[in-house]
């Protein structure tokens, strides 16, 4: 094991000056053999999994073209988020296997998925994707339905007689 070097100082300015010698390291990209980089997005009970790699912008999700699979516009634009925020709309193919929950769930996990992806394959998009929150797993769910109760907290009408 390694010995670390111990500096002693004499003053702040000394300090700053050694704060500003250390450099954080940048991560390197990850990039499978194919040209791709992968990453995993979840929402709800929806998970998806992610694939880019650079081409022209086309989106495929579950073998389906992206604008049949996802046919409300608002799902769309929730999916488009991260390319806006980073202006790389046209720079990348993207094939994704999305599973569990709606679409409205399934959407929010293809984005997070995406942001992800985006973040390994270029690490100084991090910066402007965790400002917008996508990088963020967005953790709520469904509560669960209680006895004695109708729902997860609604109770049964009362009735006086």
């Keep these: 094991m390694a010995e670390e070097e111990?500096?002693?100082?004499?003053?702040?300015?000394?300090?700053?000056?050694?704060?500003e010698q250390e450099v954080v390291a940048v991560?390197?990209?990850?990039?499978?053999a194919q040209g791709r980089t992968y990453a995993t997005g979840k929402r709800k009970?929806?998970?998806?999994r992610v694939w880019i790699k650079p081409g022209k912008g086309n989106i495929t999700?579950?073998?389906?073209?992206f604008e049949v699979y996802f046919a409300r516009p608002a799902?769309?634009?929730?999916i488009n988020q991260p390319f806006d925020a980073t202006e790389r709309r046209e720079q990348y193919d993207i094939v994704c296997t999305?599973?569990?929950?709606?679409?409205?769930?399934?959407?929010?996990?293809?984005?997070?998925?995406?942001?992800?992806a985006l973040v390994l394959r270029e690490p100084d998009l991090r910066k402007v994707l965790k400002?917008?929150?996508?990088?963020?797993?967005?953790s709520r769910v469904v509560e669960r339905k209680?006895?004695?109760?109708?729902?997860?907290?609604?109770?049964?009408?009362?009735?006086?007689r």
């Design 61 to 65: 999700v579950n073998k389906r073209e």
């Design 6 to 19: 111990t500096v002693t100082l004499d003053s702040l300015a000394e300090l700053s000056q050694v704060a």
């Design 146 to 160: 209680k006895y004695g109760k109708a729902k997860a907290r609604r109770s049964f009408q009362f009735s006086k």
């Design 45 to 48: 009970d929806a998970v998806a």
């Design 131 to 138: 400002a917008g929150g996508f990088l963020t797993r967005d």
């Design 27 to 32: 991560p390197e990209p990850q990039i499978d």
């Design 98 to 116: 999305v599973g569990g929950g709606g679409l409205s769930g399934q959407a929010g996990a293809v984005r997070h998925g995406l942001s992800r």
């Design 75 to 78: 799902l769309r634009m929730i």
